[in-house]
């Protein structure tokens, strides 16, 4: 089975940083097509933040993340990362790490809070 566990989450300042990270294993890394991060706050829905394709190393970011967050990856930890600088309270959120063409696997989130 595919695992993804997501890790770094926790307590920030605004205006601090927190940079995540996604592990996977059980499948082939390169053959998930993309990985990307989605995040949802309490009473709000999921929503996409990022997201990495793994050919061509294309890397796109939704409007409120363009410029402050940073979605990477190293192939040989097959891990995805996010780093998040000058982060706000609406940043506060549970963080999910998703791969697949059609998100087809999911990690179990890290949260996120920023006061």
């Known amino acids: 089975d595919v695992q993804l566990v997501e890790s770094g989450g926790g307590s920030v300042q605004a205006g601090g940083s927190l940079s995540l990270s996604c592990a996977a294993s059980?499948?082939?890394?390169?053959?998930?097509?993309?990985m990307a991060w989605f995040r949802q706050a309490p009473g709000k829905e999921r929503e996409w933040v990022a997201v990495?394709?793994?050919?061509?190393?294309?890397?796109y970011y939704a409007d409120s993340e363009k410029g402050r967050f940073t979605i990477s990856r190293d192939n040989a930890k097959n891990t995805v990362y996010l780093q998040m600088n000058s982060l706000k309270p609406e940043d506060t959120a549970t963080y999910y790490c998703?791969?697949?063409?059609?998100?087809?696997?999911w990690g179990q989130g890290t949260q996120v809070t920023v006061s």
């Open positions: 998703a791969a697949g063409a059609y998100y087809n696997y």
């Open positions: 059980g499948h082939t890394y390169s053959s998930y097509y993309c």
């Open positions: 990495i394709y793994f050919r061509g190393d294309s890397r």
